[in-house]
């Protein structure tokens, strides 16, 4: 494998954009250099080997962004592989940008023993073309009772998780998140008293009034929020909370950060960027939790804004063509989100000036992958506190980006075999031309590869 030299990117590094070289040698960063090739002699249209052998890429006008970390996402293997696969469910990140996925453990066999983890582990091994990190479950089978064997399962997993259900039973959770605590591990909760939702379909608004639809209240969500959030203080436990959808669950989470509690949280991209006014009769604005009022998507963008959310994660949740078919009331919860997070939130949020690029590219790899102390990927500087990106010595996990190109979401375009997705036919900017890890391309884009390869 020759050295591959970036030249003249804008690359983010040590918090900031700046113009860089970058050498990568047998998979790592092996030097960061000021740009040398302002008013470059070398073709954009053509590699060029230098006289050291190296492959010399002009990178001018692209950004290079340290892979991103989806803490959330449904590659369905083992148990659903004709909604998605490990193979394509990392393929459609690497298309997205991201470097590392986490599973979640809604599968067949659910991973709540290290045998029914290990069949799932065997497929990474042998397909994923990323980084694909396991969640273990809470429960045995997701069922809300008996605990998984959570000392057999930690040193394999992120973290432990019942996600697709929330864990109704108080006790149930205290134990887990006694237990997680023991083993350094955090519970990492979907949120959702299942009483409260009483049926509802999306949020219990104005265009479920509108349109007749059962309605899912914010307090299905936030009420568990609220008890969870009281057991860690009770128990000490590291608790992150997924998909938060709601202002309320915004406000519990801020009050627990300032009172010093180890509590994180992430929300969506399409949290950030719709209301429940924006919904259609189609199975592809639907979700859970729902999408749900414009103060709620205030709430959520403040929270993004003042660091009180830790990431945006995708909740990648693809189904067949049929299950998304039958409509807003009948299709199946989940919508894919790895194809189009990134430029989405570009276009939405940086664009119009409401967010940083700088924090939208630490939302989305920094700092979920240094808060997890994501393990195989980074164990030794994590635990020292450093954060995860790009530099010297780093794994060359990263993805070039062309900000510029603009272009309308198709998702007959994705890799995913999901292709049910909100943001079908909205024009956004960032296109992701190569994503590598380590060092080699998990992802080309086509017209990238006609041009620079030999
Ligand atoms: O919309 C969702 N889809 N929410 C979940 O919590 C589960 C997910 C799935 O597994 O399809």
């Given amino acids: 494998?020759?050295?591959?030299?970036?030249?003249?990117?804008?690359?983010?590094?040590?918090?900031?954009?700046?113009?860089?070289?970058?050498?990568?040698?047998?998979?790592?960063?092996?030097?960061?250099?000021?740009?040398?090739?302002?008013?470059?002699?070398?073709?954009?249209?053509?590699?060029?080997?230098?006289?050291?052998?190296?492959?010399?890429?002009?990178?001018?006008?692209?950004?290079?962004?340290?892979?991103?970390?989806?803490?959330?996402?449904?590659?369905?293997?083992?148990?659903?592989?004709?909604?998605?696969?490990?193979?394509?469910?990392?393929?459609?990140?690497?298309?997205?940008?991201?470097?590392?996925?986490?599973?979640?453990?809604?599968?067949?066999?659910?991973?709540?023993?290290?045998?029914?983890?290990?069949?799932?582990?065997?497929?990474?091994?042998?397909?994923?073309?990323?980084?694909?990190?396991?969640?273990?479950?809470?429960?045995?089978?997701?069922?809300?009772?008996?605990?998984?064997?959570?000392?057999?399962?930690?040193?394999?997993?992120?973290?432990?998780?019942?996600?697709?259900?929330?864990?109704?039973?108080?006790?149930?959770?205290?134990?887990?998140?006694?237990?997680?605590?023991?083993?350094?591990?955090?519970?990492?909760?979907?949120?959702?008293?299942?009483?409260?939702?009483?049926?509802?379909?999306?949020?219990?608004?104005?265009?479920?009034?509108?349109?007749?639809?059962?309605?899912?209240?914010?307090?299905?969500?936030?009420?568990?929020?609220?008890?969870?959030?009281?057991?860690?203080?009770?128990?000490?436990?590291?608790?992150?909370?997924?998909?938060?959808?709601?202002?309320?669950?915004?406000?519990?989470?801020?009050?627990?950060?300032k009172k010093g509690l180890p509590v994180t949280g992430e929300t969506g991209p399409h949290y950030l960027t719709m209301t429940d006014e924006d919904l259609r009769e189609d199975g592809r604005f639907r979700m859970n939790p729902p999408i749900r009022s414009g103060a709620d998507r205030e709430a959520l963008r403040e929270a993004l804004i003042d660091g009180t959310l830790l990431a945006v994660a995708t909740d990648h949740a693809p189904h067949s063509a049929e299950e998304k078919a039958r409509g807003l009331d009948k299709s199946l919860n989940g919508i894919v989100g790895l194809e189009t997070a990134f430029p989405v939130l570009y276009t939405q949020l940086v664009l119009t000036g409401i967010l940083s690029l700088e924090q939208l590219v630490e939302a989305m790899s920094t700092r979920p992958m240094a808060s997890f102390r994501l393990p195989e990927v980074k164990e030794a500087k994590a635990s020292l506190g450093i954060p995860y990106g790009i530099d010297v010595n780093e794994p060359a996990d990263l993805g070039i980006w062309d900000l510029n190109a603009a272009y309308t979401i198709d998702p007959e375009t994705f890799l995913s075999m999901g292709h049910a997705t909100p943001f079908a036919g909205w024009t956004v900017r960032g296109v992701c031309l190569n994503t590598l890890v380590g060092g080699e391309s998990a992802y080309e884009d086509p017209a990238w590869k006609e041009r620079y390869c030999d």
């Fill in 1 to 257: 494998m020759r050295k591959l030299k970036l030249v003249n990117g804008t690359v983010f590094y040590h918090g900031r954009f700046q113009n860089l070289d970058l050498t990568i040698d047998k998979g790592r960063i092996v030097r960061l250099d000021p740009s040398s090739l302002s008013g470059s002699s070398v073709s954009p249209i053509s590699p060029v080997s230098n006289e050291n052998n190296e492959i010399v890429m002009d990178c001018s006008h692209l950004h290079i962004f340290p892979g991103f970390v989806d803490l959330h996402v449904h590659f369905r293997e083992p148990g659903f592989s004709y909604k998605e696969t490990i193979e394509t469910g990392s393929r459609a990140a690497a298309h997205g940008g991201y470097t590392v996925c986490c599973t979640m453990p809604n599968l067949k066999p659910v991973p709540d023993t290290l045998e029914n983890l290990e069949v799932q582990r065997a497929i990474i091994r042998d397909k994923a073309v990323v980084h694909v990190l396991p969640y273990g479950a809470i429960t045995c089978g997701e069922k809300g009772a008996k605990l998984a064997n959570f000392e057999e399962l930690a040193p394999y997993v992120v973290a432990f998780t019942d996600d697709g259900v929330g864990v109704a039973d108080e006790g149930r959770m205290r134990e887990a998140m006694v237990k997680a605590k023991a083993l350094a591990k955090a519970i990492v909760a979907h949120a959702e008293e299942i009483a409260l939702v009483n049926g509802g379909v999306i949020h219990d608004g104005t265009y479920a009034v509108r349109h007749h639809h059962k309605g899912n209240p914010s307090a299905s969500e936030w009420k568990q929020v609220e008890r969870d959030i009281a057991l860690a203080e009770e128990t000490g436990a590291r608790y992150h909370i997924c998909h938060i959808s709601t202002k309320e669950s915004v406000a519990l989470l801020r009050e627990a950060q």
